[in-house]
Every structure is written in C-alpha cells, then in structure tokens.
C-alpha cells in the first residue's frame, strides 16, 4: 500500500512558468510533509517542508500549500528556469519516528 | 565538511551473493537511516540506527541487516542477493536533538546491480 501517491510522473514546463507537483496520503497521523529536489547522481536534498497547522509555506520561488481535509499537499515553483529541472519527491512523515515515506517523483523539465 | 559520504559508488554482484555498503555520516550527525530507491521510484525506508541499536525498519526482510559503529558509521549487509535487490542505496545522516524532526541529509548513494 502506498502510503504517499505523486503525480504527475513527469513534468514539462517553459522557462519563467509555474511548476506544479501534487501529493495525497492516506494516513491522518502524518504531520511532517517535505519535498525532496534530486539531481542525476545524487542523492535527494530538503528543499521545503510544512507542518499541517499551516496551509502554505513559501520559501523564495518555492511554495508549499497543504489541504488537511483533502490530505493533499502541492509544490508550487514560480518562474521556473532550466537548473530547476530535477526529480522531485513529496515524503510525509510521523511525529518523532524520523520516518519518512516517500511518493514516486515528478520529473520536471525546464525548456529555456 | 565532507556531508554524508558513502562507498562504494557502484556495486555489481551475482544472485546469492552477499554484499555490504558503508556511510559516513555528516560531521555532528549520530542517527543514520538507509533507503533502497529503485529505478524510477522514491525512496523505501529500510532501517535506521541510534546509539549503535536499530531504532526503526520498514518492510523489508531479515535478508538487509545493518550496523552502526561507536564513531556513527554505519553499514547496511544484504544476504541472499535477489535480482530485485538491484537499485540505489541511500544513506540519510541527522542529528537526534529530540526535537519532533530532524533534517536529513542524504549521501550520493551506492548503485547496486544484481545479475
């Protein structure tokens, strides 16, 4: 059972357009939800995280909107430009388990 | 700081063989986590060591074992290799401050083939 389900798998977008990735879950004791950004030969790095007592977090181009009744949370990215172009991964985590799950990535492409 | 460092970098072994990865945690760093990412997908949580114990697992067998060293380092050993062993290897390093979520940070991973 997948505890996190991503979409889209893959993503194209024009330079200085909005980027949009979408994450559901399943379980409601999840309370951390970050989001990953991973370059080929790498391993994921923390880009943005949000806890579900706010409905949006933004972080320069970055932002993170939450929807606990919907269990859904989205990675916006403004003015999208070609280094932006990674596999993102959304993850949700419970309280103090360190324990994160993962959805399946987006892979984004950024046309200059 | 050399972040999360993690050898080797790529691995091919024979089905029934075993193999073991290794982690050097970021500087500071005293839990370290592995997750298996296969091909196309996110990371699957494997294990995670503290204080040299295994604190937490995820669904995986007996097969992945692990260990953690008195300087942090950690191992991961998987027995029995199986073709579907064959993915990246991720080692995650944070620092417990017993705060509800600790940052992790990731190693570049190890990229296990299985024939």
């Known amino acids: 059972q997948q505890q996190v389900k991503q979409s889209p798998q893959s993503l194209i977008v024009q330079k200085g357009g909005i980027s949009i990735i979408n994450c559901a879950y399943e379980?409601?004791?999840?309370?951390?939800f970050p989001w990953y950004q991973q370059f080929p030969g790498k391993g994921p790095a923390l880009l943005i995280a949000?806890?579900?007592?706010?409905s949006e977090k933004k972080e320069g181009r970055f932002t993170i909107s939450f929807n606990k009744s919907a269990k859904q949370f989205s990675l916006h990215i403004m003015d999208s430009q070609p280094g932006d172009s990674a596999t993102y991964f959304c993850?949700?985590?419970?309280?103090?388990?360190?324990?994160?799950?993962f959805g399946s990535g987006t892979k984004l492409n950024v046309k200059p | 700081d050399a972040g999360v460092t993690q050898s080797p970098t790529h691995l091919i072994k024979t089905r029934g063989q075993q193999v073991t990865l290794r982690c050097s945690p970021k500087?500071?760093?005293?839990?370290v986590s592995w997750y298996q990412q296969a091909l196309g997908q996110g990371p699957q949580f494997i294990f995670q060591?503290?204080?040299?114990?295994?604190?937490q697992r995820g669904n995986f067998p007996d097969r992945f074992s692990g260990h953690q060293y008195p300087n942090y380092s950690s191992e991961l050993n998987v027995n029995a290799l199986l073709l579907g062993d064959s993915a990246l290897y991720l080692c995650?390093?944070?620092?417990?401050?017993?705060?509800?979520?600790?940052?992790?940070?990731f190693g570049p991973g190890t990229r296990l083939t299985v024939l």
């Open positions: 995650a390093s944070s620092r417990d401050r017993g705060q509800l979520y600790n940052e992790q940070f």
């Open positions: 379980n409601t004791a999840f309370d951390y």
């Open positions: 949000i806890r579900p007592d706010v």
């Open positions: 993850a949700a985590s419970l309280r103090n388990f360190n324990k994160f799950y």
């Open positions: 500087s500071g760093h005293d839990t």
């Open positions: 060591y503290y204080e040299e114990e295994e604190r």
